[in-house]
């Protein structure tokens, strides 16, 4: 026989001999052949067809002496094509309007005398399982130990015959097994963990499932996908430090937040911005190119007017009052303060200040062809700082320079005060801070070239310093004091991140939150630092306090030097808050025509529903009381709680909204004090 020619963008699924029994037949059906989404099973007796159409060719031989070939499927009947080039039958059969389930295909060769040979195969019409987690949710933060609750659901007539969740961390590889359900063709899986979570855990979660009929399926899992992008998908966290106070949850990964919003990312990759005392969620927009997960995650920042984003695939977004500037931006987001914001083009040839209350965008630095990266940053009144490699002074307003020193000169950072850098010159950073008087002060030398190495603040200058083996965090006073802040036999370094470098970390007092093996810490002039955390996620100062962002939630810091936190809700409410959430069960309902689903299940959450007749998944609280108990055991987002506590109440916004009242109370008395 002729081989077939390539058809694009079908693979060939298998060959298979199908010759008659009758040797005194004067036609032969031969060679069957499946493409694209049509299948053979691994025990090569029967196919599967997971789309619309059956796409197959077939051999008839002697093709002299062939009439017709024909298909038959599930009672229509479909005509092949015949092949010159290769003397083969083709044909696509629509199978839009065929039930889920098993059904022959009869292929029926006529000769020339009108005799017929027939073939017959059973073909499945075939949806995967929808498989999902309930439990714990893409990018939650568990501040208790929780137990696993997953679902498989096959699609009609076919049911999940093996179904198992495969849970890994730095420290677990567990693999919990599902079990059937009371609801035909489901199972589930709801187990705890063989030992408790541990502060600094990163879960994920594969889903595994099978319904008898096709291969294995897997997914929507959290974390732990297929191979080398894992780390692009969502994870969950695990953070037990009694320092830390929820405050605040999200529907993604917090990137951003002020006294107000929270701005946050979900795990389908779409932008939104909470409200905090009313808990709306405004959603922006998605900013996921597909075939792009190579580059890092995106990053982002809040500012009075809006929302500026630095996508992953190197483009630059921004919103004003929550409408998007349809401004086509490649480039790098590189430093934001205020409403000022700094971009540059992606061939890092322009650096561009743009302001949000204006929408004016002004050139602050061109030079094509130039290779040098930018880097630069901003004070509140809208002045810029920058440098590149390719000079060696920071350059300021009005043509300020400052420094000039052997090097690569990394970033500058400013606080409206005092401005410093670090040159690197391939084996240690040297660091000089110059203060409003025109003097260069030396801070040190670390063993290291990363340009985060500087934190000022109020007139404070925290900085990285070497003790002749690793760095150590060092601070100078507004007065010029200087105080060694750390003294691990590890390098320690600062809590920073993109947009915000040289600022987070550092409090109006001059507390500095840094980061050694694994762990969070703030360090204070004559004391030894306090551990707070693990280094999960990003510390900052801000209105006042130290905050932690882990995934979905924001934890307010509660160290040994700050009053405890009155929580609105008695212990004996929490309690009992706690256990009546417990009772809401894992459920399948389905949806009325029209209606949306949970706002907290995005499009992501699901996969493989095959039609409307199949039934949509809500979040568990919401929904009725059927098969087993999925119990959200970690706090609430709704109301303030200890994670050293039980978990809190999801009372809602009035909750929430005296809370925060509380913390301003707080907040504005220890100011009077």
């Not at 130990?145 to 498989?152: F, V």
Request: glycine share 10%; proline share 6%; with cysteine.
């Amino acid at each position: 026989m002729h081989s077939h020619r390539a058809l694009i963008g079908c693979a060939v699924a298998s060959w298979m001999s199908l010759s008659t029994t009758n040797a005194s037949a004067e036609v032969v059906l031969d060679q069957i052949q499946f493409y694209g989404r049509t299948t053979w099973r691994k025990d090569y007796k029967s196919a599967i067809c997971d789309f619309n159409v059956i796409d197959v060719s077939i051999a008839a031989i002697p093709y002299e002496d062939v009439y017709s070939v024909e298909a038959e499927y599930a009672g229509v009947t479909t005509p092949l094509t015949f092949n010159e080039y290769n003397h083969r039958y083709y044909a696509k059969i629509d199978t839009s309007a065929v039930p889920y389930g098993p059904h022959t295909l009869t292929f029926i060769a006529y000769d020339k005398r009108g005799e017929a040979r027939t073939r017959q195969y059973i073909v499945h019409k075939y949806a995967p399982p929808s498989v999902w987690v309930t439990s714990p949710r893409p990018n939650r933060t568990l501040t208790g130990d929780t137990r696993i609750a997953a679902t498989c659901v096959g699609t009609p007539p076919y049911s999940c015959t093996q179904f198992k969740a495969r849970v890994r961390s730095q420290v677990r590889d567990e693999v919990l097994v599902g079990l059937p359900s009371s609801v035909p063709g489901r199972m589930d899986v709801l187990q705890s963990l063989s030992s408790p979570l541990q502060s600094g855990e990163v879960l994920t979660v594969r889903l595994e499932a099978m319904d008898g009929v096709g291969p294995v399926w897997y997914g929507p899992s959290i974390g732990g996908g297929l191979g080398f992008y894992d780390w692009a998908l969502p994870r969950v966290y695990v953070e037990r430090s009694p320092k830390l106070t929820a405050v605040q949850r999200a529907p993604g990964v917090i990137l951003d937040f002020d006294a107000t919003r929270v701005l946050f990312i979900d795990h389908a990759l779409q932008i939104g911005v909470v409200d905090r005392v009313t808990q709306q969620v405004t959603w922006l927009g998605e900013l996921r190119i597909h075939y792009d997960w190579m580059h890092k995650p995106g990053y982002g920042a809040l500012t009075p007017s809006g929302v500026a984003m630095q996508t992953w695939y190197g483009y630059v977004f921004m919103w004003k009052d929550g409408t998007l500037d349809r401004t086509r931006r490649q480039g790098r987001l590189d430093a934001v303060n205020g409403d000022t914001l700094l971009w540059t083009r992606a061939d890092d040839d322009e650096a561009i200040v743009h302001t949000f209350s204006t929408g004016i965008e002004t050139s602050l630095w061109l030079d094509p062809g130039s290779a040098s990266p930018f880097q630069a940053d901003i004070t509140a009144s809208g002045d810029t700082y920058y440098s590149t490699h390719e000079e060696p002074w920071i350059r300021g307003p009005g043509e300020i320079r400052l420094g000039d020193h052997p090097g690569y000169l990394q970033r500058p950072i400013t606080d409206g005060t005092n401005v410093a850098g670090r040159w690197w010159n391939g084996s240690v950073s040297s660091s000089y801070l110059y203060t409003p008087d025109g003097a260069e002060v030396f801070l040190g030398e670390s063993k290291t070239g990363d340009a985060a190495g500087l934190l000022l603040h109020a007139g404070h200058a925290a900085y990285l310093k070497s003790d002749g083996a690793v760095n150590q965090v060092w601070l100078r006073t507004p007065a010029g004091d200087e105080h060694q802040l750390s003294d691990f036999a590890t390098p320690s370094q600062f809590d920073q991140q993109e947009l915000r470098i040289g600022h987070d970390g550092i409090s109006d007092t001059g507390e500095v939150m840094l980061l050694n093996d694994k762990k969070r810490y703030i360090g204070r002039p004559g004391a030894a630092p306090e551990e707070i955390s693990s280094d999960l996620g990003h510390g900052r100062w801000f209105d006042g306090d130290w905050y932690v962002a882990i995934g979905d939630t924001l934890f307010k810091v509660m160290s040994a030097e700050a009053p405890a936190l009155h929580l609105v809700a008695s212990p004996g409410e929490v309690r009992a808050d706690a256990e009546e959430e417990a009772q809401h069960d894992l459920t399948l309902t389905a949806l009325a025509p029209g209606e949306p689903l949970d706002p907290w299940t995005r499009s992501g959450d699901l996969l493989h529903m095959p039609g409307a007749s199949l039934a949509s998944f809500r979040d568990p609280r919401a929904a009725t009381h059927a098969g087993p108990r999925a119990p959200d055991e970690e706090p609430s987002a709704a109301a303030a709680c200890s994670v050293g506590q039980a978990a809190c109440s999801g009372r809602g916004v009035a909750l929430l909204s005296v809370a925060l009242l509380g913390l301003s109370l707080s907040r504005r008395r220890r100011g009077q004090r």
